[in-house]
């Protein structure tokens, strides 16, 4: 079945240090989604990508949709304790019937920020 | 602060016991979402209504059962269920977009319902 994979599964880094999360689709999306997750929380929308070669920036987070649309990632600089949490990516899949908000999950990047 | 509400935001019930979870949203979104949190895990999606009708059922176990009185507005009733069940609910709502419209359908989460089945 539809598979989106995100790594790494866990980060934790320092205070001031950038920080990475890579989702990858075994198929075409339509548009992906970033979602983050404080512990004990919800998922909080962050963003969404829908053009290919696409590249967003809140601050200091940096979205990247790959130009084969298959592909995203999520880079933060210079981290504060502020940005811990899970971050999920979230495919819609391209050329289904369905248009509701089917969304395919990675399994998260949980990162810890050390002060 | 999340526009989709649910109550409760803790449940604890025993496996004998029949409750419901509740959700609202008031954004005039037409899609409807319940989703399962293990720890750790990411939402697995159980069910979406579309215009108060049901269209996407996970092959969730009929110990629960979901229900859309109107377009605001999402039940989901619980019936002798499992430890295995507890997780946290979320409910999420989104905009139902046609075929020509490749952006949209963003989902917003509530802040979930935490449930431990005793």
């Known amino acids: 079945g539809q598979q989106v994979m995100q790594i790494p599964q866990y980060q934790h880094v320092q205070e001031g240090e950038d920080f990475t999360t890579y989702c990858n689709s075994s198929?075409?999306?339509?548009?992906i989604q970033w979602y983050k997750q404080r512990p004990g929380g919800h998922p909080v929308f962050l963003i969404q990508l829908v053009k290919s070669g696409e590249v967003k920036k809140q601050k200091r987070l940096t979205f990247q949709f790959g130009e084969a649309k298959k592909n995203s990632s999520l880079h933060i600089t210079a981290t504060q304790t502020t940005d811990v949490g899970t971050y999920f990516c979230a495919g819609k899949v391209q050329g289904r019937g369905s248009t509701l908000g089917r969304l395919y999950f990675g399994r998260g990047t949980q990162l810890t920020v050390w002060p | 602060d999340t526009e989709v509400t649910q109550t409760p935001k803790h449940l604890v019930m025993g496996m004998t016991n029949k409750k419901s979870l509740k959700c609202e949203q008031h954004m005039g979104h037409r899609a409807m979402y319940w989703y399962k949190q293990k720890a750790k895990k990411p939402p697995e999606l159980m069910f979406v209504y579309s215009y108060e009708k049901l269209s996407i059922n996970e092959s969730v176990p009929s110990r629960f059962s979901p229900e859309c009185p109107n377009s605001s507005l999402l039940n989901l009733h619980l019936h002798a269920l499992q430890p295995e069940d507890s997780a946290l609910y979320l409910c999420?709502?989104?905009?139902?977009?046609?075929?020509?419209?490749?952006?949209?359908?963003?989902?917003?989460f509530g802040e979930g319902s935490w449930l431990t089945v005793v």
């Open positions: 198929t075409t999306l339509s548009n």
């Open positions: 999420a709502s989104s905009q139902v977009g046609t075929g020509l419209i490749l952006s949209g359908n963003t989902i917003y």
